[in-house]
């Protein structure tokens, strides 16, 4: 089955700065990543999705990007702000409909 | 469109006393729908999924327990709680592993 690794487990930025979190997967056949952000006390919410068939994809100030050959897909977020701070988990799909979730990144945005 | 809720959105139990935590979603059909535990500061652990009426995989064995008694309705449950049972429940959905899957807002659940 599918075994997702997610780094760093902390991550402190500047506001403004940018924010990158990575992922490596280990199933070749998956070709769906997510990402999720959430918020304390919340539950989490997908912020952007990648398939296989594109290498990037941007939505303003996030983008994920994709390197099959490697298996590793990462999040980049630009000009941060304190609305930014949260968990973060990627995720990819493994056998019989589940999805394998990353341990989580705490990003911390710093004023 | 479509949305998920979950009640209560907190619970606090003695251990030993019986669980039921329900999550329906509206707007969709046929759902595969899913149970996640989380710790403090953790991550998400699956504890149940099912892919249609009836049908329930188990990921952790203890004490709990899941149902789905109709397309859109999801039920954890406990007989007796345990300390170790306190955590944020997730309710989830999907219409297959490759795509979106959207969360439901957790029950905060506190044995004491």
């Known amino acids: 089955g599918e075994n997702v690794e997610q780094h760093p487990s902390t991550l402190s930025v500047q506001e403004g700065d940018s924010a990158v979190i990575k992922c490596t997967y280990s199933?070749?056949?998956?070709?769906?990543f997510p990402w999720y952000k959430q918020e304390l006390g919340k539950g989490p919410q997908l912020i952007i999705d990648?398939?296989?068939?594109?290498g990037e994809k941007k939505d303003q100030r996030i983008a994920v990007t994709l390197n099959k050959t490697a298996k590793h897909f990462s999040l980049h977020i630009t000009e941060t702000q304190p609305e930014d701070s949260a968990v973060y988990f990627c995720?990819?799909?493994?056998?019989?409909?589940?999805?394998?979730f990353g341990k989580g990144t705490r990003l911390h945005i710093l004023p | 469109s479509q949305t998920i809720h979950q009640w209560p959105a907190t619970l606090v139990q003695p251990v030993g006393s019986p669980l039921s935590l329900e999550c329906t979603v509206e707007?969709?059909?046929?759902?595969?729908l899913y149970w996640y535990r989380q710790a403090a500061g953790r991550g998400l652990q699956l504890l149940f999924y099912?892919?249609?009426?009836?049908?329930i995989s188990s990921e952790v064995p203890q004490n709990l327990s899941a149902s789905r008694p109709q397309d859109r309705q999801f039920i954890l449950s406990s007989k007796k709680l345990l300390l170790s049972d306190s955590g944020f429940y997730l309710c989830?959905?999907?219409?297959?592993?490759?795509?979106?899957?959207?969360f439901g807002p957790g029950t905060r659940l506190t044995v004491t």
């Open positions: 707007g969709t059909s046929n759902p595969n």
């Open positions: 990648i398939r296989s068939n594109v």
């Open positions: 989830a959905w999907n219409r297959g592993a490759q795509a979106e899957q959207y």
């Open positions: 199933d070749s056949a998956s070709n769906y």
């Open positions: 995720a990819a799909p493994s056998l019989h409909d589940k999805i394998i």
């Open positions: 099912s892919v249609g009426i009836g049908q």
